[in-house]
Every structure is written in structure tokens, then in C-alpha cells.
């Protein structure tokens, strides 16, 4: 289905906002002020709105034209990047793949869920770690092919996106060989005595184990919180606290950090998501992950 309005409208009312009036924007443009301006009125007929309107001698935005220029904004800085993505596509071999990875997420549980096309022999894979809500809004933008994240997508009826469950993991309690020496002899009320490391909040595992927490009575001396979950594991590794991970991952936490298990946070699972965006034609490697069994 065709857009209710036409780019071209579109882009002359970015240019006379970013120009700051229309005599700027016609001489940008090389065109005449009449026809940018009735440019810019087509747009406005089109969307239902006024977005430019007089202020002394010049004009302004109104409040819908702020929340066209934003959207403005980002439609042609991406307009901006596409020869330079069609290039490298056109003349670099290999099936490229954008990956947003929620800093949230445990970085040994990645290469897991990886594992369907680590040896794909034609793989570009490009990985982009950030918060889980910037992700989100570079998906919407697709500039990601795919987020993997420890929660779904919320629902928002402006972007079509789906969370696809690739699995779930237990989770343990990890410390050094001194730390969980103490640890064992009262485990899990221990927990209370001893210091601990915990995610913050904005993973969504961290409200299951305040949960988890309340329901054994305990009222842990939490020494610290991260949002990096390799970060956590590091200063777990140095002997700061008793941190959780994912028993998906035990064997290389146990090699990579060199601590042991002390026992199970019974109960509580870390959740793992592919976020996309529904499109007819699916990324061949998406399709790959997607498709592996949620265990």
C-alpha cells in the first residue's frame, strides 16, 4: 500500500526545517519559493496538520511539525546511508547480519544461541551491544536485522515487532573457591551473611531473584550491580561477591573466571528472545535461528 503522503512533500518540508525558511530552502533546493511552498502545504494537506507556522518574520514548527522533523530526520539520514550499504553489499562476498545484543544478556549465552550459522562459511556477522531499548529503536529503523535480548518486545501498535523464545536457562549461585567454601556450609541463607553481586534492574532477571530472595527470607548485602553481565562475572571473579549466571554456560564459567558452583537458585530462569520486525521476506540466517529448539 502507497504512503498517504509523498516523500518528495516530505523532503521539502525537512529541507525549509532544517534551512529555517523558505527563501534558504528554495535557493538549497534551486527552485522558486512558490513551489516549496505549496510543496509544503501538500504535505500538511496529507497528514491532517499545520507543521510550519509564523513567528515574526520567519516561520516555526508547530508541535506536529517537531514530530515530523524527528521522523523526517531519521528517514533521510538512513536515505543517506543506503549507497554506501548497497556498495559494500554489491562488492564485499558474505551474507552480512546485524545483530543487537541487550548488554543485559550473559556474552557466553550468545555464542550458544549463535550456534546455527557460527559456520556458515559466507557469514559478515556484525554484532551492536547497547541497552535494550536503543536496540528496539535501531530495529524499528532497520538498521538491526534481529535483537537478542532476556525479554520480549513490548507491545506497540506503530511497529510491528515479534519475540521469538529461543530458550531458557536455571540459574546458580558462583564465587571464588574461598568465598563459596563459605558459602555451602548455610547455602542458601549464607546469602545473607556474605556479599553479593546482582544485575540491575533494568534486566528482567533481576526482578525474579528479588522475588526469589523474599520468598527464602533473606535480605542479601549486595556489594555491587551491573548492567554489563560480563561485568559482573569479572568483578565475581575477583572475589567481590557470590553472583548468579546461567547453568547453560557452567562448564565455560567455570574455565573462564575459574570460581565454583555453590547450588541452584531453584526456581528462577533467565529467558532468552530473537526480536524482529514482521516482514514478508525474512533474512535467509534469521530464518536459521529462528528456527532452532527452544531448550
Not at 563459596?180 to 553481586?197: D, N
Request: with cysteine.
Amino acid at each position: 500500500m502507497l504512503p498517504p503522503f509523498s516523500y518528495r512533500h516530505l523532503y521539502y518540508f525537512w529541507v525549509v526545517a532544517k534551512e529555517g525558511g523558505m527563501s534558504r530552502a528554495a535557493e538549497r533546493l534551486g527552485t522558486a519559493v512558490q513551489t516549496v511552498s505549496t510543496q509544503v502545504r501538500e504535505l500538511e494537506r496529507a497528514l491532517g496538520h499545520v507543521l510550519l507556522k509564523p513567528a515574526g518574520r520567519g516561520l516555526e514548527l508547530t508541535e506536529a511539525g517537531k514530530a515530523a522533523l524527528q521522523r523526517a530526520d531519521q528517514i533521510f539520514q538512513l536515505g543517506e546511508e543506503l549507497p554506501a550499504l548497497v556498495r559494500a553489499a554489491g562488492t564485499e562476498p558474505g551474507m552480512r547480519l546485524a545483530l543487537g545484543i541487550a548488554d543485559s544478556l550473559p556474552k557466553l549465552v550468545i555464542h550458544r544461541l549463535l550456534a546455527p550459522i557460527e559456520h556458515e562459511s559466507k557469514l559478515r556477522l556484525v554484532c551492536h551491544q547497547n541497552a535494550w531499548e536503543a536496540l528496539l529503536a535501531d530495529l524499528a529503523l532497520h538498521k538491526l536485522d534481529l535483537v537478542l535480548a532476556d525479554q520480549p518486545a513490548p507491545t506497540n501498535p506503530n511497529i510491528k515487532l515479534y519475540s521469538h523464545p529461543l530458550g531458557a536457562s536455571p540459574l546458580s549461585w558462583y564465587a571464588t573457591p574461598a568465598l563459596a567454601s563459605k558459602a555451602r556450609k548455610t547455602f542458601p541463607a549464607s546469602l545473607a551473611e556474605l556479599p553479593v553481586l546482582l544485575p540491575t534492574h533494568h534486566s528482567a532477571v533481576r526482578a525474579r531473584l528479588d522475588q526469589w530472595f523474599e520468598q527464602h527470607g533473606l535480605r542479601p548485602q549486595v556489594r555491587g550491580e551491573f548492567e554489563d553481565s560480563a561485568l559482573l562475572k569479572t568483578f565475581g571473579a575477583s572475589g567481590m561477591g557470590i553472583f548468579p549466571a546461567a547453568d547453560w554456560v557452567h562448564a565455560d564459567i567455570l574455565a573462564h573466571y575459574k570460581v565454583q558452583r555453590i547450588g541452584p537458585c531453584e526456581g528462577v530462569q533467565q529467558h532468552f528472545f530473537a526480536i524482529g520486525t514482521q516482514k514478508k521476506v525474512q533474512h535467509p540466517l534469521v530464518l536459521r535461528l529462528l528456527q532452532q529448539d527452544a531448550t
